[in-house]
């Protein structure tokens, strides 16, 4: 093996054809998530909660086309959630909370079309939720309380037909529900 096909990550190295899931949680991670994590095409599940991880989100998280649950909450985080977070149709659960995170929620994020957890709660996310959140079809828990927002709350959140919990508070929001 010359190396070409596996991804070394944390002092374990990862076949990119073969590893589906990686779920390091509270195991004391420092540094920031490498962008060569991009490189494992058929991950399903990343589970980094409740490490010291830094940095940015990168970029290359958002090729993983088969991911289905992205857990790094409880870390720290920065920057802003990559734009074109939209591009994981398959995801299900997005769990970014208790971080540093900036910017606002990308507009792409109402293409997860699968998504039943999203939770981007604790954070220093700033700009309005976007209008059309009530395309997300299958939401069953919104977590956007503790952040920065503002603006009026989209009267899509009504689409939400499958959604248990809603929390918003502790935002500079307005209008009615």
């Given amino acids: 093996d010359d190396g070409s096909c596996c991804i070394e990550l944390w002092g374990t190295c990862y076949n990119i054809e073969e590893t589906t899931e990686i779920t ?16 494992l ?6 589970r980094l909660e409740g490490n010291s991880l830094t940095g940015s989100i990168p970029d290359e998280i958002t090729t993983l086309q088969h991911l289905k649950i992205l857990k790094l909450q409880e870390n720290l985080l920065t920057g ?10 398959n995801l299900d659960s997005l769990w970014v909370n208790d971080n540093q995170l900036e910017g606002s929620i990308p507009q792409s994020i109402t293409n ?7 939770r981007l709660n604790e954070n220093n996310l700033t700009g309005t939720i976007p209008s059309n959140i009530g395309d997300l ?11 920065n927002l503002s603006g009026e ?5 009504t689409n939400l037909t499958k959604l248990k919990r809603l929390y918003i508070s502790d935002n500079n929001l307005s209008g009615e529900i």
Avoid: K, M, W
């Avoid at 390091?24 to 490189?39: C, D, K, M, R, V």
């Avoid at 997860?112 to 999203?118: H, P, Q, V």
């Avoid at 079809?137 to 952040?147: A, H, I, M, T």
């Fill in 24 to 39: 390091l949680t509270f195991q004391n991670l420092e540094g920031s998530i490498p962008a060569s994590i991009g490189n």
């Fill in 41 to 46: 095409e058929e991950l399903r599940i990343l």
């Fill in 80 to 89: 802003p959630i990559p734009n074109d977070i939209g591009l994981l149709t």
């Fill in 112 to 118: 997860l079309n699968s998504l039943g957890f999203l």
């Fill in 137 to 147: 079809s299958n939401l069953q828990v919104l977590r956007l309380n503790l952040n």
């Fill in 153 to 157: 709350i989209p009267e899509s959140i």
